[in-house]
T-cell receptor, first 115, second 113 residues
């Protein structure tokens, strides 16, 4: 158990819909990262927050947004869903900013299926 | 921008044989490099990391990796494969300038009995 909690574990929805994925980082971790894992694209970095502020943005679509709340949990919002958004979405946390020498602690992921 | 390239999306080895998973990095500055493992239906977990303290890094479960600047490589090895090593392995690089933590495309290791 990494200490990172993601909900829901599985989600099935239809095209055009909107979903919210939630992540609770390890106790004390200030950084939260979001990744999308699909068969054809591997593990794609989406976005990173540190203590409530966005610090790095990767290949995140405009239809997606995220935020980190004062209690440090984070939410990833996916809207106008398309079939290609079906993937496993991972949240990871670390005590400090990315680019440090530390490791990321991953949750078990939220599997999104868009029909 | 920093990146990593993993050669071979699938690698098969016999139980007891040497495991070699390849990773090359692209970086204009000394990188921080990592190997992670993902077992089925689980998140990733750290195997080992290179942070410039030593070029040969030992990790968990008997894995090690050697940082070779001249070859821009950070290959992962294990002398003797075990059935429990079957998983997907990811090389990663962190960029202190951009705060990004970038993963390679992964290599799925299959261990044959």
């Amino acid at each position: 158990d990494s200490g990172v909690t993601q909900t829901p574990k599985h989600l099935i929805t239809a095209t055009g819909q909107r979903v919210t994925l939630r992540c609770s980082p390890r106790s004390g971790d200030l950084s939260v990262y979001w990744y999308q894992q699909s068969l054809d694209q591997g593990l794609q970095f989406l976005i990173q927050y540190y203590n409530g502020e966005e610090r790095a943005k990767g290949n995140i679509l405009e239809r997606f947004s995220a935020q980190q709340f004062p209690d440090l949990h984070s939410e990833l919002n996916l809207s106008s869903l398309e079939l290609g958004d079906s993937a496993l979405y991972f949240c990871a946390s670390s005590p400090r900013l990315a680019g440090n020498t530390g490791e990321l602690f991953f949750g078990e992921g939220s599997r999104l299926t868009v029909l | 921008a920093q990146s990593v390239t993993q050669l071979g999306s699938h690698v098969s080895v016999s139980e007891g044989a040497l495991v070699l998973l390849r990773c090359n990095y692209s970086s204009s500055v000394p990188p921080y490099l990592f190997w992670y493992v993902q077992y089925p239906n689980q998140g990733l977990q750290l195997l080992l990391k290179y942070t410039s303290a030593a070029t040969l890094v030992k990790g968990i479960n008997g894995f090690e990796a050697e940082f070779k600047k001249s070859e821009t490589s950070f290959h992962l090895t294990k002398p003797s494969a075990h059935m429990s090593d079957a998983a997907e392995y990811f090389c990663a690089v962190s960029d202190p300038g951009t705060y990004k933590y970038i993963f390679g495309t992964g290599t799925r290791l299959k261990v044959l009995a």
